[in-house]
């Protein structure tokens, strides 16, 4: 299994800024995601990173709003821009080793 | 629509008793199934997974039971204990196996073991 690190493990942003979150694998992998976990909701995916192509967005989701960057095949990071009180929620970065596993998340709190 | 459904959000068990925990899928091309389970502040872990070809799959004290006509399936721990409570994720995919790429969750059941 992979040791997926990200930073930073939670923060309080106001409203119109935009926060950046870095994910860390200890190992190579061709692709990395995103998801997001609004409060009492499911967890729900928001892009796909490969490195040195651009993110494969889900519905719903646009680059303008979450842009993602992916240097090289051991780092990703999310950004959730112009932030308003409904992007509080907990986003995770996840790999794919024969299953999906997850960092343990960044609880963003938009005030 | 909510293809993969857990309508418990919590349950509370007492420890050396079994859990049950219920999911409910309305997608019938869905042909892997998943469990995992989360800490506070930690992501969610994998915990066990069953094919669509199987009814039962077991580990240690965690066994998911698959119902595919009734499109539902349940993950049981026997005998529960207090390192059990955490919040329980089900999760399904469609020809994808369990990669990331293909999942969908349910919004989770908080188990909760009694001392």
């Known amino acids: 299994s992979a040791v997926i690190s990200q930073k930073p493990s939670r923060d309080i942003c106001q409203r119109g800024t935009s926060l950046t979150i870095q994910c860390q694998v200890d190992s190579q992998v061709t692709m990395m995601f995103w998801y997001r976990q609004q409060p009492g909701q499911s967890l729900t995916l928001i892009a796909t990173?490969?490195?040195?192509?651009?993110?494969?967005?889900e519905s719903g989701f646009v680059i303008d709003k979450f842009p993602i960057s992916r240097p090289n095949l051991t780092f990703s990071t999310l950004t959730v821009s112009n932030l308003s009180p409904e992007d509080s929620s907990i986003y995770l970065c996840?790999?794919?080793?024969?299953?999906?596993?997850f960092g343990q998340g960044t609880r963003l709190t938009v005030v | 629509d909510q293809q993969v459904k857990q309508n418990s959000p919590s349950l509370s068990v007492q420890e050396g008793r079994i859990s049950i925990l219920n999911c409910d899928y309305t997608n019938s091309m869905f042909d892997y199934f998943l469990w995992y389970k989360k800490y506070p502040a930690e992501g969610p872990t994998f915990l066990i997974s069953i094919s669509s070809i199987k009814d039962k799959n077991e580990d240690g004290r965690f066994t998911v039971f698959l119902n595919k006509s009734a499109k539902h399936l349940s993950l049981h721990i026997v005998p529960s204990q207090p390192g059990d409570s955490a919040v329980y994720f089900c999760?399904?995919?469609?020809?994808?196996?369990?990669?990331?790429?293909?999942?969908?969750f349910g919004k989770g059941t908080h188990l909760i073991i009694q001392p």
């Open positions: 999760a399904a995919s469609e020809g994808s196996g369990g990669g990331a790429d293909g999942l969908t």
């Open positions: 990173a490969n490195q040195g192509s651009e993110a494969t967005y």
């Open positions: 996840s790999v794919d080793g024969g299953v999906a596993f």
